[in-house]
Antibody, heavy 119, light 108 residues
Framework: VQLVESGGGVGRPGGSLRLSCAAS????????MSWVRQGPGKGLEWVSG????????GYIDSVKGRFTVSRDNAKNSLYLEMNSLRVEDTALYFC?????????????WGQGTMVTVSS | SYELTQPPSVSVAPGQTARIICGGN??????VHWYQQKPGQAPVVVVY???DRPSGIPERFSGSNSGNTATLTISRVEAGDEADYYC???????????FGTGTKVTVL
């Protein structure tokens, strides 16, 4: 069971990046998925989530209208399209498997992909 | 939006007990999960649903939750427990997951 993120790198303010997360070892389309980020020296921050079939999505206010979460169940993949990048979006971005009930935690995490927004 | 507040740091001698507090409005009505994160690694669950432990997590890790405070207790602290710890809940009013501000545990 694992999640592997990719797509991080250096982006310019106002620019775009697309992150991917490849899942394996579990039935991907049975789970909602999330993106969680961690700025340099900072804490964890939930960014966005998507339900099993993609018809329900959520975002924190600071990325609403700029980031879009999506998934391709045929490819066992999760994506985060990041537009209008800001310096404050600089962070390590983790994908994580959401719990099926609120009494359960995020149980599977990737190792993260680093996004640096700088001119 | 719902907020969870933790002390920035806790220091404890080996063999002693560390208590990490997570404060939130009526947090006792929510399920609280605790994660341990070591440098360069992804978070790992140490306590879930207030007080349950995943398999493989030592009994030294325990949790409680009541009123406006949840607590992670680490008994008989070892050097390997030095890490950052985060509490986390699901906020149904905003449909968002919320993490606490994080606590760095230092073993003296």
């Amino acid at each position: 069971v694992q999640l592997v993120e990719s797509g991080g790198g250096v982006g310019r303010p106002g620019g775009s990046l697309r992150l991917s997360c490849a899942a394996s070892g579990f039935t991907f389309d049975e789970y909602a998925m999330s993106w969680v980020r961690q700025g340099p020296g900072k804490g964890l921050e939930w960014v966005s989530g998507i339900n099993w079939n993609g018809d329900r999505r959520g975002y924190i206010d600071s990325v609403k209208g700029r980031f879009t979460v999506s998934r391709d169940n045929a490819k066992n993949s999760l994506y985060l399209e990041m537009n209008s990048l800001r310096v404050e979006d600089t962070a390590l971005y983790f994908c994580a498997r959401e719990p099926q009930r609120s009494s359960e935690p995020f149980d599977i995490w990737g190792q993260g992909t680093m996004v640096t927004v700088s001119s | 939006s719902y907020e969870l507040t933790q002390p920035p740091s806790v220091s404890v001698a080996p063999g002693q007990t560390a208590r990490i507090i997570c404060g939130g409005n009526n947090i006792g009505s929510k399920s609280v999960h605790w994660y341990q994160q070591k440098p360069g690694q992804a978070p790992v669950v140490v306590v879930y649903d207030d007080s349950d432990r995943p398999s493989g997590i030592p009994e030294r890790f325990s949790g409680s939750n009541s009123g406006n405070t949840a607590t992670l207790t680490i008994s008989r602290v070892e050097a390997g427990d030095e890490a950052d710890y985060y509490c986390q809940v699901w906020d149904s009013s905003s449909d968002h997951y919320v993490f606490g501000t994080g606590t760095k545990v230092t073993v003296l």
